[in-house]
T-cell receptor
């Protein structure tokens, strides 16, 4: 049930771009993206809802392919501050107004100067 | 500070003891989540509340774990008869859900539990 993220790890130079993918076996209601730095709590980056609505901040974009049950996070012109572990969080409807929520396997990203 | 707060930040206990953690969410948030995270892994969902109702509980949550949110505000997570495998960071997050709209989860700093 845990969404699989790819790649597992990536190393970039400042200014380079990266794409992180999140694949689920479930029909998703929403996908959330978070970044976690070592020793800190996850910080929200982006939310994508079924139907195409997006909400986020920072200079990061994402897509959500409902049919393929996949989401991708696009990091452009990466900065040193982008380093950390990226997690997708997926939400799907279970029954009677309840949802299940599970985080993906994570992608470690390191940006070098 | 109007963010999510957790108390204590660190807890060291001996195997077999009971521990209780507290989470104070952002005041207007109606959803509250508990997660457990071990080194190198993503947060594992434990349970969540909408207001005071516990809507979902992971099968990871054995009978030794219980969570409450009695007044729909703060929440407590209790672990009875702790085991060394319970050692982890316990994260709390809150969010606001209005009708079908879902907003992002804001995480607290976590409580790091070490069971000796």
């Amino acid at each position: 049930q845990q969404p699989v993220q790819s790649p597992q790890a990536v190393i970039l130079r400042e200014g380079e771009d990266a794409v992180i993918n999140c694949s689920s076996s479930k029909a998703l209601y929403s996908v959330h993206w978070y970044r976690q730095k070592h020793g800190e709590a996850p910080v929200f980056l982006m939310i994508l809802l079924k139907g195409g609505e997006q909400k986020g901040h920072e200079k990061i974009s994402a897509s959500f392919n409902e049919k393929k049950q996949q989401s991708s996070l696009y990091l452009t012109a990466s900065q040193l501050s982008y380093s950390g572990t990226y997690f997708c969080g997926t939400e799907w409807y279970v029954a009677s107004g309840t949802y299940k929520y599970i985080f993906g396997t994570g992608t470690r990203l390191k940006v070098l100067a | 500070d109007t963010g999510v707060s957790q108390d204590p930040r660190h807890k060291i206990t001996k195997r077999g003891q009971n521990v209780t953690f507290r989470c104070d969410p952002i005041s207007e948030h109606n959803r509250l989540y508990w997660y457990r995270q071990t080194l190198g892994q993503g947060p594992e969902f434990l349970t969540y509340f909408q207001n005071e109702a516990q809507l979902e509980k992971s099968r990871l949550l054995s009978d030794r774990f219980s969570a409450e949110r009695p007044k729909g505000s703060f929440s407590t997570l209790e672990i009875q008869r702790t085991e060394q495998g319970d050692s982890a960071m316990y994260l709390c997050a809150s969010s606001l859900k209005i009708l079908t709209r879902i907003n992002e989860q804001f995480f607290g700093p976590g409580t790091r539990l070490t069971v000796l």
